[in-house]
């Protein structure tokens, strides 16, 4: 089996660049991501290349002399795939096409294509079809523009120029039809949205890989596909839920990452309009991941952009099970005790204890913490369906007994 995994898996190369607003460690990590994101693809990452800049060179995203030791390298060890950790831009990917004989990916390129692989639904494949169209078209475009310098005119419409404009049309044409598509959609799940009543409406919503499937599993005794890859889940699931005879609707939302692709937020509408519906978020974090505070940052940056950020939010701080911290050995006196010396209850006691919203830690795995978690969930819920059906209240004696 594992030989099999072996000859199908590309072999392929990361690129990264350490600049002013990205630092060695930050580089580092984001290039961990990238290869957690080619594993997903189906690659296999066996080179790092990065290099110290300023800003990414403007021609070929690295300098020329590290392109050419990339280069080197593939042709020496037979290697398919170079994924760079950022959006190139249509010049610079041509540049660095004409130096490396392979296939040149950029982030957005290998997020789009784990997309495609998981789309399962008709809705989510539209929406990853446009994502990939917005993508291609302007890459597309730009490939062919020594050609548009030819002048019309008899003798002179060469089968190249013919090729372009036919080749942007299709692309044009296609997103057009995917736009009137998806309206389709986003009318038929607006009407799904409303035909569920006046139920309040829970939404997980965090970065990908959190635990959100998993949690959705534990909470609504559901089957939904949980797997540790990231974006398992892309099309969202509702499921109605019942905590103490109070009954509201869960849903699971596809995972948030750093650098998520505009084209992927503005096509993925729908989608997040399930986050936007929502009465209360569940936002989930990996508390064993180092980096977790970062991926807090970036999924309330996409709660911003799509208006959520001021919406009843519960922090549920996942895996407590998987969390471990460095010791400090009592006789050392010079070592200083630093974040990942913070055993759980010391972070309870940090900024998380001031949250405005509230915190809770759990593990959906072993079922930890589960009872307190549910009964925080009972609460949000409860005050949310007092304040839109007040003349009811007094059913809630029985909810609680």
Known sequence: MTETQEVISEKVVLIGVITQLQDESQSQEYLDELEFLTLTAGGVAVKRFTQKLATPHPKTFIGTGKLEEVRAYIEAHTIGTAIFDDELSPAQLRNIEKVLDCKILDRTNLILDIFAQRAQTSSAKTQVELAQCQYLLPRLTRLWTHLDKQKGGIGMRGPGETEIETDRRIIRD??????KKLLTIDKQMAVQRKNRGKMVRVALVGYTNVG?????????????????KLFATLDTTVRKVVIKNLPFLMTDTVGFIRKLPTQLVESFKSTLDEVREADLLLHVVDISHPNFEDHIASVNTILDEIKSADKPTLMVFNKIDAYAHQTIDQDDLVTEKTKEHYTLEDWEKTWMNDLEHTAIFISALNKGNLEEFKEKVYDGVKKIHIERFPYNHFLYDEYTE
């Open 174 to 179: 296609k997103i057009s039809l995917l736009k």
């Open 212 to 228: 959100k499937s998993t949690l959705m599993n534990v909470i609504s005794k559901s089957a939904v596909f949980a797997e540790n």
